[in-house]
Every structure is written in structure tokens, then in C-alpha cells.
């Protein structure tokens, strides 16, 4: 089974500076899906970026970027040019991408707070 | 689009009643997942369909719980009879199951149970 680790639960930034957010998993499956989730107060989930495990290239959304380490099995994120609107629970999601199985694990999340 | 539609927003009920809380996919999806979320346990996966159909529902905590999915549009969860450790917020998501699939929530329901 797979697995998804969020093991910082808590991380603060400065306005304005950059931020990594950790995230590891397990799996044996060599084609997959990872995915970063934004919750905010308001508890709405918000996708946030998505890397397809074949694909090389990190992913990339305005401020948020990924840094995808296939053999390492993690998938950090980062977010630059920190807003007060980033603070939130931010959690990471494996999907395997054999047959059916929609399916989605999430990690524990993590709650980032920015520092005005 | 009008994204995924959860009823009610807040709900508050006594110990023992009945509680339905309702879902509408966003229109074209065919996967609909319902997730509790509470401080303890975190985001769970209760119960998946696919076109309409159960795939996995080991995450359903008890027979107290049930979910329907009588039409593509359309799928509710049901709490019988209701207890207060089922105090959550409980999420309607949905997916196309190709590709990315990526998942798209619905706002929630709150619920509480006195």
C-alpha cells in the first residue's frame, strides 16, 4: 500500500521570502500522480500543482513550484514570494495511475503561517 | 462551472437522529469520494464510486454509515443512527479517473452532534 509522509506539522515564513514544504511517500508503482492541496481557514480544499511521475520536468504554477526527486521518492514544494493569503494546511496526495484506481492518499498536511 | 455542490453547509443534530448529507459532482465527472475530516484522524476516505458504483468503502467507519450513488449527478451519505464522535466536517469530492485525475472538493459540511 501506498504511503504519504508529511513529517514537519507546522512551518512559519516571513512575508515576501521563500518556503519549502517537505513530503515524502512509498510505493512500488513506477507511474503515478502526486498532487499538493491548499486548505485555507475557510476549510475549502484547493488543488495547487500536480506532477505526473513520468514527466522529468518540475512542476510549475506562478509562485508554486515542486521539486520532484523520483529515485528519493519525495516531492517538496515551494512556494516563493510568500503571501498572507498562502497561510493555510497544505497536504500532499499520491494517485497511482494503474487502471481504475482514482483513488487518492493524503499525508497528514502541514499548516504553514506567514509572518506579516 | 458551479464546482462540486455540498448541502447542508452546517448541520447540528442530537444524538440518534438520522443525518443525510448530499453531494452533486461537477457535471462530467465520473469518480465521487466522500472524505471526513477531523483534528484527531485527518482527512479519511470513507467511500469511492466509479460510474455510479461502490469501488472501495473500507474506510466507512461502521453500519451506521451508508452512501448512495443513485445517478451520476447525485450521491448522499447517510449517518443512522448519529453519535457525537461523528462530529466532522465531511467532504464531497469528484474526478474524471483518467489521466491526472485530479480531485476537486466541495466546500464541506459541518457537523455536529450534540
Known amino acids: 500500500a501506498q504511503t504519504v509522509t508529511q513529517s514537519q506539522p507546522e512551518m512559519s515564513v516571513q512575508e515576501a521570502e521563500t518556503v519549502t514544504l517537505s513530503c515524502t511517500y512509498d510505493t512500488s508503482e513506477s507511474d503515478y500522480y502526486l498532487f499538493w492541496y491548499k486548505q485555507p481557514p475557510s476549510r475549502q480544499m484547493i488543488l495547487v500543482i500536480r506532477q505526473e511521475a513520468y514527466k522529468q520536468q518540475n512542476a510549475t504554477e506562478n509562485r508554486f513550484s515542486v521539486n520532484f526527486q523520483k529515485a528519493a521518492k519525495s516531492f517538496s514544494l515551494k512556494i516563493s514570494d510568500s503571501q498572507l493569503g498562502d497561510a493555510a494546511m497544505y497536504f500532499c496526495a499520491y494517485r497511482s495511475a494503474k487502471g481504475a484506481n482514482s483513488k487518492l492518499t493524503f499525508g497528514k498536511g502541514i499548516t504553514l503561517s506567514v509572518r506579516p | 462551472d458551479a464546482g462540486v455542490i455540498q448541502s447542508p453547509r452546517h448541520e447540528v443534530t442530537e444524538m440518534g437522529q438520522e443525518v443525510t448529507l448530499r453531494c452533486k459532482p461537477i457535471?462530467?465527472?465520473?469518480?465521487l469520494f466522500w472524505y471526513r475530516q477531523t483534528m484527531m484522524r485527518g482527512l479519511e476516505l470513507l467511500i469511492y464510486f466509479n460510474n455510479n458504483v461502490p469501488i472501495d468503502d473500507s474506510g466507512m467507519p461502521e453500519d451506521r454509515f451508508s452512501a448512495k450513488m443513485p445517478n451520476a449527478s447525485f450521491s448522499t451519505l447517510k449517518i443512522q443512527p448519529s453519535e457525537p464522535r461523528d462530529s466532522a466536517v465531511y467532504f464531497c469530492?469528484?474526478?474524471?479517473?483518467?489521466?491526472?485525475?485530479?480531485?476537486?472538493f466541495g466546500p464541506g459540511t459541518r457537523l455536529t452532534v450534540t
Open positions: 469530492a469528484s474526478s474524471l479517473w483518467t489521466n491526472l485525475g485530479e480531485q476537486y
Open positions: 457535471s462530467g465527472h465520473n469518480s
